[in-house]
């Protein structure tokens, strides 16, 4: 499986951006689908994920209300709509893949490059 994220940039607090990430190689569809994020000089920590049906999305505490994760099974892609952005966002947002359904644990079996998002005050 192939993962490619991208939609990072520079954005203002207050501000909002959308990341994509397109999955390639294998069957979309049997796929849970999570998005993690890794500030300098942090950990890895989870922002959410997505059932492979969408029916099931769970969020950080960090980012309910302001993030939203949705996947279009026909298009093989997953998104992560971040609003109301804080500079305590800035990190690298990786997508990531794996067959089960554990959604925080950090051992997906497949990740995207990342991309970068910084949030300036």
């Known amino acids: 499986v192939q993962l490619q994220a991208f939609g990072g940039g520079l954005v203002q607090a207050g501000g909002s951006l959308r990341l994509s990430c397109a999955v390639s190689g294998r069957t979309f569809t049997n796929y849970n689908m999570g998005w993690f994020r890794q500030a300098p000089g942090k950990e890895r920590e989870f922002v959410g994920a997505?059932?492979?049906?969408?029916?099931?999305?769970n969020y950080a505490d960090s980012v309910k209300g302001r993030f939203t994760i949705s996947r279009d099974n026909a298009k093989n892609t997953v998104y992560l709509q971040m609003n109301s952005l804080k500079p305590e966002d800035t990190a690298v947002y990786y997508c990531?893949?794996?067959?089960?359904?554990?959604?925080?644990?950090?051992?997906?079996?497949?990740w995207g490059q990342g991309t970068e998002v910084t949030v300036s005050s």
């Open positions: 990531a893949a794996r067959r089960s359904w554990s959604p925080a644990s950090r051992d997906y079996g497949y």
């Open positions: 997505i059932i492979r049906s969408g029916s099931v999305i």
